[in-house]
Nanobody, 123 residues
Framework: VQLQASGGGLVQAGDSLRLSCVVS????????TAWYRQAPAKEREFVAA????????LYSGSARGRFTISRDKAKDTVYLQMNSLKLEDTAVYYC?????????????????WGQGTLVTVSS
């Protein structure tokens, strides 16, 4: 399974940005997918996840209400729509996928990772 993330860039606080992650190599619909991020000098943290069924997405406290994770099965792509961006959202964003039954918000459960895309929010 290969994951290719894209869509990062430099934006101003309050702007919106949509990240994309194309999942290839296996049946996309069989995988839980998630977004994580890692800010400079910080550990990687959970942002949002979508179960393979496509229902009940899960969000971190900082993402809830501003970010939306979605999937397009026809395109084998998972998205992260980010609105009302803040300076503290600056990070490298990674998409991840797994086929095991582990919790969708636990990083060790994810088997496959994309290369990351940088989001920089300026004031």
């Amino acid at each position: 399974v290969q994951l290719q993330a894209s869509g990062g860039g430099l934006v101003q606080a309050g702007d919106s940005l949509r990240l994309s992650c194309v999942v290839s190599g296996r049946t996309f619909s069989a995988y839980d997918t998630a977004w994580y991020r890692q800010a400079p000098a910080k550990e990687r943290e959970f942002v949002a996840a979508m179960p393979w069924r496509g229902d009940r997405p899960l969000y971190s406290g900082s993402a809830r209400g501003r970010f939306t994770i979605s999937r397009d099965k026809a395109k084998d792509t998972v998205y992260l729509q980010m609105n009302s961006l803040k300076l503290e959202d600056t990070a490298v964003y990674y998409c991840a996928a797994k086929s095991n039954a582990g919790d969708i918000d636990k990083m060790p459960n994810y088997d496959y990772w994309g290369q990351g895309t940088l989001v920089t929010v300026s004031s």
